[in-house]
Structure formats: structure tokens, C-alpha cells
């Protein structure tokens, strides 16, 4: 959808996209009875014993991933005051999951 020229202090329509409500569910409540899939992935993969509730923080993703809002956010002030580093999200979690992978924390990638 083209949008005409905004004159100063003119707001643009939202896109429909950010006028949707958000879905909300439980990642935790989701995911409590999936200690023996791991364990037998872990065995199959020969993965460290962790203990289920330390692969990963549940709640945590609860709390990231299913907010009652969209979080939509911007780096702009950040660059206007001097903060011109950034790190390319997308490589820096593919290291991140290559690393887990070398440290036997996840399975390798499927082939």
C-alpha cells in the first residue's frame, strides 16, 4: 500500500498488521509434559544431562514471546546519540546455536 508524502507532524494510517490483536497462550503450560521427548533426544544425541527444567527458561518465554502488546521498538535514538555498533541478529544466533550444537547442548542440525 503507497502512502502520499507526510507533511510535519502528519501521522501515516498503522498498517493492518499492527491493529491485529495479539494471540496470547502458555509456552510453559505448552511444553511441562515434554521432559521425556528431551530426554530421549539427549540419548539419541548423545547431549550433556541437563536437567529439563534448565534447556530453556519457559516462563521466560512465556513472557517474551506472548505478551499481551506488540513490542515494536526502534534504534534510532540510539544511533543519533553515538551507538553506531550493532551485531546482526541473524548471525549472531547462528554462531549462538552452532556453539550450543559443538558444546552438545542441542542436537545437530538436520540434514
Given at each position: ?59 521466560f518465554?512465556?513472557a ?48
Open positions: 500500500m503507497a502512502h502520499a508524502p507526510r507533511q510535519p507532524g502528519q501521522s501515516r494510517p498503522a498498517p493492518s498488521i499492527w491493529t491485529q490483536p495479539t494471540r496470547s497462550r502458555s509456552h510453559s503450560a505448552s511444553t511441562a509434559d515434554k521432559e521425556p521427548v528431551w530426554k530421549s533426544l539427549a540419548r539419541k544425541h548423545g547431549l550433556l544431562d541437563l536437567p529439563y527444567e534448565q534447556v530453556a527458561s519457559w516462563y518465554g512465556d517474551i514471546f506472548y505478551m499481551e502488546y506488540d513490542n515494536i521498538t526502534s534504534t534510532i535514538n540510539a544511533r543519533r546519540a553515538g551507538f553506531h555498533d550493532c551485531i546482526d541478529t541473524e548471525a549472531m544466533f547462528l554462531n549462538f546455536f552452532e556453539e550450543l550444537r559443538r558444546r552438545k547442548v542441542i542436537p545437530p542440525e538436520a540434514k
